[in-house]
C-alpha cells in the first residue's frame, strides 16, 4: 500500500493558504480552554462542559484577516459585538432504532439576553480526530465559533459516528440517521439554554446552514424539521452550499468521469450502508483491487479524506469495476444501491423557511446542476423566488467556495434577524 501520508494540491489560493495557517496558529492563543462536566436531568441533553473562549478583541481579528480577499468578512467584523464560549455536549439520538450517545459543540455569546439559534452542519469527513467536538480549533470549525460574536448561539452535530459515538462508521448520506442527530442536537441546546448557569436564552428564531455533505444534510433535516417539529423548531432561513441532494443524478455524473476528484464517495457511502446494515454486497462487486480490500481500513476514522483519496484512485475505471460503470444506472446487480441513493435523496416539498442555495461554477466534486435541479424542483412545485434563492459562486471550485459561502450566509442572517 501506497504511503498514507500523501497529500493533494488543496485548491485555495496561496493568499488563502496563508491566512488559513496564521489564523490556525492564532486560533490557539486568542482562546481559553477550560472544562467543567455538568450532567443535566433533561430529556435529550446528557451532559455539558465550557471548553473554549475567545475575546472579543481576537475574534476580530480573526475574521478581519479575511477582509482582504472577501468583503464580506468586514460587515460581519464590524457586527461582532461579543465574545464566544465554546461548550461541548453530549445528547441523546437514535441509531438504527436504538438509543445512542451523541456529541457536539454549542457557541454562546459572552453576555445575556435573547439570540437566534444557529444549526451548522460539516461537510464530509472520515477522520474521527477532525469533528467538531474533537478538533473545536480547527479553522473550519473555529471561524464558525467566532460567528456566534454577531449574536448567535451555533449548534455544531457531530454526526453519528464521530466524538461520543465514534465506535460506529458514520452512516455517510443517510439521511434519517442524520437528521436524528440534527434535530436532536437542536433539542438539546434548547434544554441547556435553560441550565441556571447559562446566561444566554433562545429568541425563538432558527437558522439552520451546512456545505456540501453538510449541505445535503441541511436540506434533509430541515424537511424533517418541518414535517415533526414546526411549531418547536421553526426555521426561518435555510442555507445549503454545493449539496449532493439528488444521488441517482451525481452518481450518473460520476460515473461519467474517466477522472474524479472525490474518489472516497462512492466507496464511503457503499460500506457505511453495508456496516449500517441496509445491503450485505461485497465491495469487490463495485471495486476493483487493490482498492476494495483497502476499504474498510481506509474507512476505520483514522485517516483524513485527503488520505483515503491518495490511496484510491481519481481514474475511475481503476477504481471500479467495468460493469459498474456500465451497467448501474439500470442493471438489476446495482438494483439494492440504486434504491438506497433514491431513499436517501432530498426532494422539494412546500417549505415554510425561506431557503438559499450556493454552488461554485468551477465546482468539479459536486457539479453545480445539483443545485440547480433542486431549485427548478422547488419553482416547479410553485414555491415563488421571494422564498428560495440560487446563488453562483463565479469561478470557484468546491473547496474555495467554502469560505465566500459561509461570510456570505452570515450576512443573509444578519439581515433577516434584523
Known amino acids: 500500500m501506497k504511503s498514507l501520508n500523501k497529500q493533494k494540491k488543496y485548491t485555495f ?78 445528547y441523546k439520538s437514535v441509531y438504527r432504532g436504538e438509543s445512542v450517545l451523541a456529541s457536539g459543540l454549542v457557541c454562546l455569546p459572552q453576555t445575556s439576553g435573547t439570540f437566534p439559534i444557529i444549526s451548522f452542519q460539516n461537510g464530509t469527513n472520515t477522520s474521527k480526530a477532525e469533528c467538531p467536538s474533537e478538533n473545536p480549533t480547527s479553522y473550519y470549525y473555529s471561524l464558525m465559533e467566532y460567528m456566534a460574536g454577531n449574536g448567535y448561539i451555533i449548534a455544531f452535530p457531530d454526526y453519528i459516528g464521530f466524538g461520543a459515538s465514534a465506535k460506529y462508521l458514520h452512516p455517510y448520506y443517510e439521511r434519517e440517521t442524520t437528521d436524528n442527530a440534527v434535530i436532536d442536537m437542536l433539542r438539546a ?36 424539521i418541518e414535517a415533526n417539529y414546526k411549531t418547536t423548531i421553526p426555521v426561518k432561513a435555510t442555507s445549503c452550499g454545493a449539496g449532493a441532494y439528488d444521488m441517482t443524478a451525481m452518481s450518473t455524473y ?28 461485497p465491495l469487490s462487486k463495485f471495486f476493483n483491487e487493490p482498492y476494495a480490500s483497502r476499504i474498510p481500513e481506509l474507512f476505520n476514522g483514522n485517516y483524513t479524506n485527503t488520505q483515503v483519496d491518495a490511496q484510491l484512485n481519481d481514474t475511475l475505471p481503476k477504481l471500479l469495476k467495468s460493469n459498474m460503470i456500465s451497467d448501474f444506472g439500470s442493471g438489476a446487480d446495482f438494483a439494492q444501491i440504486r434504491a438506497l441513493m433514491v431513499k436517501n435523496s432530498v426532494r422539494a416539498w412546500l417549505p415554510t423557511s425561506k431557503i438559499n442555495f450556493y454552488h461554485g461554477s468551477a465546482d468539479l466534486n459536486v457539479p453545480p446542476v445539483q443545485s440547480q435541479l433542486i ?44
Open 13 to 90: 489560493s496561496r493568499y488563502s493558504l496563508t491566512i488559513i495557517i496564521i489564523v490556525s496558529l492564532f486560533v490557539t492563543e486568542g482562546c481559553k480552554k477550560e472544562s467543567t462536566i455538568v450532567e443535566p436531568q433533561n430529556e435529550v441533553l446528557v451532559s455539558y462542559n465550557k471548553i473554549l473562549n475567545y475575546n472579543i478583541e481576537t475574534i476580530k481579528q480573526q475574521i478581519g484577516a479575511f477582509q482582504g480577499l472577501y468583503p464580506e468578512a468586514v460587515s460581519i467584523v464590524n457586527n461582532t459585538d461579543y465574545g464566544v464560549d465554546v461548550y461541548k455536549v453530549t
Open 189 to 224: 441546546c434548547h434544554e441547556l439554554l435553560t441550565e441556571k448557569d447559562i446566561q444566554v436564552k433562545s429568541s425563538g428564531e432558527h437558522f439552520l446552514m451546512g456545505y456540501s455533505q453538510g449541505g445535503w444534510a441541511t436540506l434533509s433535516a430541515l424537511k424533517s
Open 254 to 281: 460520476v460515473l461519467s468521469q474517466q477522472i474524479f476528484p472525490g474518489p472516497l464517495y462512492l466507496p464511503y457511502f457503499i460500506y457505511s450502508q453495508q456496516l449500517f446494515g441496509v445491503h450485505s454486497d
Open 375 to 418: 431549485y427548478n424542483s422547488f419553482l416547479n412545485l410553485g414555491v415563488g423566488q421571494d422564498k428560495i434563492q440560487l446563488i453562483s459562486l463565479p469561478g470557484t471550485d468546491h473547496e474555495y467556495s467554502l469560505l465566500p459561502w459561509g461570510l456570505k450566509t452570515i450576512n443573509w442572517f444578519n439581515e433577516l434577524k434584523k
